[in-house]
């Protein structure tokens, strides 16, 4: 016990990524001295495990919709819109229309899977090691880094074709005309497939980060005997 207080205090003031390094591979665990091949495995099963528990949450639906961490509000140049028709009796079709816009979220998240997955196998013991032992979102922010273009360009043509499939484009082209059709208003037309579908990604990566700080900081959430040898390294 006082060797592995010992290291992790020497782990907290270098500053070297080879002294990391070193420090890192002979800190001793119960079982023994954990591999680089265990630490990069155990990264890989905890976010495995996030986007297994979290993001398939985002599919179902009221995913984003009922879900105040990820729920898609108006861009700004819509929330003018939105008081507009609650201000002549339209609140309901104002409400329907941040509906649509979070069902399309919701249909489009299910094509994030297998990029995940694909990223999640690239994983590198040096990679592990800087996510293990760096902040809380480190693996979220390498999973962002390695797939956030690839989901871009693989979300927005499913949120255009959800737009249709959920009824969207027809409640909004509604919802546009009505409130340009108000005297006195400026005339919108937002790129609104562009504004979901980033919204849409942030909302995925914070459910990632949500799991994986709940695996850091709460030991009953690590789940499997690797991910308790594994996240005790950082403890």
């Known amino acids: 016990m006082i060797k592995r207080i010992f290291a ?15 420090v890192v591979d002979s800190i001793p665990q119960s ?10 495995s155990g990264l890989r099963e ?6 297994d528990k979290q993001v398939t949450k985002l599919t ?5 919709f009922k879900n105040d961490l990820v729920k898609i509000l108006l861009p700004e140049e819509l929330q003018k819109v939105d008081k507009g028709l609650r201000d002549i009796g339209l609140g309901n079709l104002a409400d329907e229309g941040l509906k649509v816009l979070n069902r399309a979220a919701e249909d489009a998240v299910k094509e994030a899977t297998p990029i995940f997955v694909n990223a999640v196998k690239d994983i590198t013991f040096n990679d592990a090691k800087n996510i293990l032992l760096g902040n809380d979102d480190a693996a979220t922010e390498y999973l962002t880094s390695k797939t956030q273009t690839e989901l871009y360009n693989k979300f927005q043509p499913v949120i255009n074709s959800s737009f249709a499939k959920v009824g969207a484009d027809q409640i909004w082209s509604n919802l546009i005309s009505k409130y340009n059709a108000i005297p006195f208003t400026s005339n919108v037309n937002p790129d609104l497939t562009d504004y979901v579908t980033g919204e849409a990604l942030k ?23 690797l991910l308790k040898k594994v996240f005790a390294l950082q403890d």
Do not use: H, P
Request: net charge negative.
């Open 8 to 22: 992790l205090l020497i782990v907290l003031n270098l500053t070297a990524c080879a002294e990391l390094q070193q």
């Open 31 to 40: 079982g023994g001295v954990l591999s680089n091949a265990d630490i990069a």
């Open 46 to 51: 905890a976010l495995d495990l996030g986007i």
């Open 60 to 64: 179902q639906k009221d995913g984003f």
């Open 203 to 225: 909302g995925v990566y914070t459910m990632i980060a949500v799991e994986e700080k709940e695996i850091r900081n709460k030991v009953s959430s690590r789940t499997t005997d």
